[in-house]
C-alpha cells in the first residue's frame, strides 16, 4: 500500500460544516451600502435599462425602498440625485430645495436613526457638461473654482441631515476644503469619505445612464489611470492626512490590489465600490444562463471583502443582506 500524504487541506472542506467553521471571510449585512437614485420629477419608480433591477426613485419610492433597506440590516444607503434641469455650475447641488437635498431630508426622516445615510458630493449630475467641476475659460475642469462649489454642497447636504459626505469628485485637496467648511460651521459631527483611489474605468458605462449624465469628453485628466498603483496609494494616504473619516477604493473587482494594499496601511475605514459596469456585467451572463447569478453575486463580494473592504458599496446589497439572514 503507498503511503499517502500526511498534509491534507482537504480535510477541512470535507463538510458545509467544516466550510462554515474555517471559513476566512465572512459578510455581515452591516457591511453593506446600497447606492440609489431619486430623479426629480417622478411620480413613480422607473427601471434604468442598463442595470436590471435597480431604478431612478421618486421621493415617494425612495422613502418605502430605504425602509425595507434598513429592514434588511444593511449598514447605509448612497443617494444619487438626478435633477430635471442642469447648468454650468451645476446650481442644483447647493439649492436647499434640490433634488438632492430635498430627498436626504426624507430618507433622514424615514431611517436616520437605523441606517447611515449617506450623499453623494459631486456636481456631474448637476452640470449640462457633466463634469465633476466646474469649467475654465478653456473648457478643462478648473481645480480650485470646483473647490468652493464643494463647499457650498457640503454646507447644504450637511444641513439637510447627511450623515456622510461621498466626495467623488477626485478634485486634489477636496478632503482638506470640505472638512474646513464643515467645521466652520458647526456641522463637526459629520462625517467625510473620500474617493480616494477613484479610476478612470470603461465599468461606470451604465451609471451614466443612471444619472442621466451628459458628459462632454471625458475625466481623465482628474480620475485616475488605471495603471497606476501606487498612485492610488499616494490618493488614499493624502486623504487621511487631509481629514477623511473613510476612504474609498472605485471601482473594486479591478482594483483588488490597490485596494489591499489600501487596507493594509490606511489607518481609516477602506471601503470599495462595486461599480455599476461590475453589476450589469453580472446580471447579462446570468441572464444567459452562463453563470450562477447567486453564487457569482457572493463571490464576487466577497471578493472584495478578502481584498481588505471593511464595507462595500454594491447593488445588491438588500437582496444579499437577505439571503445571508435566512
Not at 458545509?16 to 426629480?40: D, G, K, Y
Not at 438626478?82 to 431630508?105: F, M, V, W, Y
Not at 486634489?172 to 463637526?188: F, H, K, M, S, T
Request: proline share 4%.
Amino acid at each position: 500500500m503507498i503511503d499517502g500524504p500526511r498534509d491534507r487541506p482537504r480535510r477541512l472542506r470535507r463538510t458545509p460544516a467544516l466550510r462554515r467553521l474555517v471559513a476566512e471571510t465572512r459578510i455581515h449585512p452591516a457591511e453593506l451600502i446600497l447606492p440609489m437614485f431619486v430623479r426629480e420629477g417622478l411620480r413613480s419608480p422607473e427601471p434604468i435599462a442598463s442595470m436590471p433591477g435597480v431604478s431612478h426613485h421618486s421621493i415617494d419610492s425612495l422613502r418605502r425602498a430605504v425602509v425595507e433597506a434598513a429592514e434588511a440590516g444593511i449598514g447605509g444607503v448612497m443617494l444619487f440625485g438626478i435633477p430635471t434641469s442642469k447648468d454650468a455650475i451645476g446650481s442644483g447641488a447647493t439649492d436647499e430645495n434640490g433634488i438632492l437635498n430635498t430627498a436626504t431630508r426624507a430618507v433622514v426622516a424615514e431611517v436616520g436613526e437605523s441606517i447611515v445615510v449617506q450623499t453623494d458630493l459631486c456636481l456631474d449630475e448637476f452640470t449640462d457638461h457633466g463634469h465633476c467641476g466646474v469649467l475654465d475659460a478653456s473648457g478643462n475642469v478648473d481645480n480650485d473654482a470646483s473647490l468652493e462649489r464643494y463647499r457650498d454642497m457640503a454646507i447644504a447636504q450637511a444641513n439637510a441631515g447627511s450623515h456622510l459626505l461621498g466626495l467623488s469628485g477626485m478634485m486634489d485637496g477636496q478632503v482638506a476644503v470640505v472638512r474646513d467648511a464643515l467645521d466652520e460651521n458647526g456641522l463637526i459631527d459629520t462625517a467625510i469619505l473620500g474617493y480616494a483611489a477613484k479610476y478612470a474605468s470603461a465599468f461606470y458605462g451604465p451609471f451614466r445612464e443612471a444619472v442621466q449624465s451628459s458628459l462632454q469628453g471625458d475625466r481623465r485628466s482628474y480620475q485616475l489611470d488605471p495603471a497606476n498603483r501606487r498612485e492610488g496609494m499616494r490618493e488614499i494616504l493624502t486623504d487621511v492626512d487631509e481629514g477623511a473619516d473613510v476612504v474609498m477604493v472605485k471601482p473594486a473587482m479591478s482594483y483588488l490590489d490597490v485596494l489591499a494594499d489600501a487596507a493594509a496601511a490606511s489607518p481609516v475605514p477602506v471601503w470599495a465600490y462595486q461599480v455599476s459596469g461590475e453589476y450589469s456585467m453580472i446580471e447579462a451572463a446570468a441572464a444567459n444562463g452562463w453563470i450562477d447569478r447567486r453564487r457569482a453575486i457572493e463571490e464576487s463580494v466577497l471578493s472584495i471583502r478578502r481584498a481588505g473592504a471593511d464595507a462595500v458599496l454594491t447593488y445588491w446589497a438588500v437582496e444579499l443582506a437577505r439571503w445571508l439572514r435566512s
